[in-house]
């Protein structure tokens, strides 16, 4: 009895702080000058061999202490690209994911260990492998979902926002004045990049130079669009010529392979539909259409064969 009520607080305790850390991940809001300067800072500890100190309090400690473990800073690095392309930047963010995911891990072998509390450790063993395999890939797998869900947000607002950039920055105004504008503008329609064009923007007014303001762009989101614009500024800044021109014929460019996707996707619906209708509709469009019959027909020969 003692022990399943240790179980039971440990699981307890372990659940509360994954929805803590979950819900303070979600609620993170970007700040783009502090994350400029963070990055500053991570450039000058490079070879350090330790990932930057950006909390304090308990979630700034508990990063430190995982990242004393052996081969858990490429774990720890990977978990910050990651979290930076599915657009979470805050500056907590990255000590909260961790304290999900270890959360996460240690309540699934928990759980496993008491569901399995009645048996040897030889039967218990399997188990608590897959827990582990589950407990450190399902983190993981939902950090990548989340990242393929922020590009293709980004994917399907570049057209707009590129034709967009290409009019205002025909009335005169200069790239970062009117990427500012457009920001401002796309921010309730397109959120995800207006920030992106935001933190560009911050980044070369703290000091740094375009192209790498651009080519951090280019990391954060790992869309080829993305780094086809960018270069496309870079270059046009470089030898003088006319942005606003190419960016029109790069967001006509761009309006059709959004529509080449969307037809791909109208194409693909009837093949993804197939297994649904083979499974579910047709076996139930068979017992409505033929039990009745069926039943008929095998009340009618009953009823033939009484009359003999």
Same mark, same amino acid.
């Given at each position: ?78 978990? !910050? ?92 105004? #200069? ?9 401002? !503008?796309?921010?309730?329609?397109? *959120? ?23 080519? #951090? ?58 297994? *649904? ?5 047709? *076996? ?7 039990? *009745? ?16």
């Amino acid at each position: 009895m003692l022990i399943s009520l240790l179980y039971f607080l440990l699981a307890g305790v372990t659940l509360t702080a994954i929805i803590w850390a979950a819900s303070q991940l979600f609620v993170q809001q970007d700040d783009f000058l502090n994350d400029r300067l963070e990055e500053l800072r991570s450039a000058g500890q490079v070879g350090s061999g330790r990932p930057r100190k950006t909390t304090q309090g308990l979630p700034g400690k508990f990063l430190r202490f995982v990242a004393m473990i052996p081969g858990a800073d490429d774990w720890i690095r990977g978990s !910050e690209k990651r979290l930076r392309q599915a657009g979470y930047r805050g500056e907590k963010t990255l000590s909260n994911y961790i304290m999900t995911a270890s959360g996460f891990l240690v309540f699934c072998f928990v759980f496993i260990i008491w569901a399995n509390r009645g048996n040897d450790f030889s039967n218990m063993f399997g188990a608590l492998v897959a827990a582990g395999i589950i407990g450190f890939v399902g983190p993981q797998f939902v950090l990548g979902k989340l990242a393929t869900q922020y590009r293709k947000r980004l994917q399907e607002a570049l057209p707009d926002t590129i034709d967009l950039l290409g009019i205002v920055l025909g009335t005169g105004l #200069a790239l970062d004045q009117a990427m500012n504008r457009v920001s401002d !503008e796309m921010r309730h329609i397109y *959120p995800e990049l207006a920030n992106e064009f935001y933190t560009v923007t911050m980044q070369v007014r703290a000091g740094q130079e375009r192209a790498k303001a651009f080519g #951090a762009m280019v990391r954060r989101t790992g869309l080829d669009d993305v780094k086809a614009l960018s270069a496309m500024i870079i270059q046009s800044e470089r030898f003088g010529t006319s942005l606003s021109s190419a960016l029109n014929a790069y967001a006509n460019d761009l309006r059709q392979r959004r529509r080449l996707r969307a037809e791909e996707a109208v194409g693909k619906a009837g093949i993804k539909m197939l297994f *649904p209708i083979v499974l579910f509709i047709l *076996p139930a469009l068979f017992v409505i259409v033929l039990v *009745p019959a069926i039943i008929q027909t095998v009340h009618d020969m009953q009823t033939l064969g009484g009359g003999r």
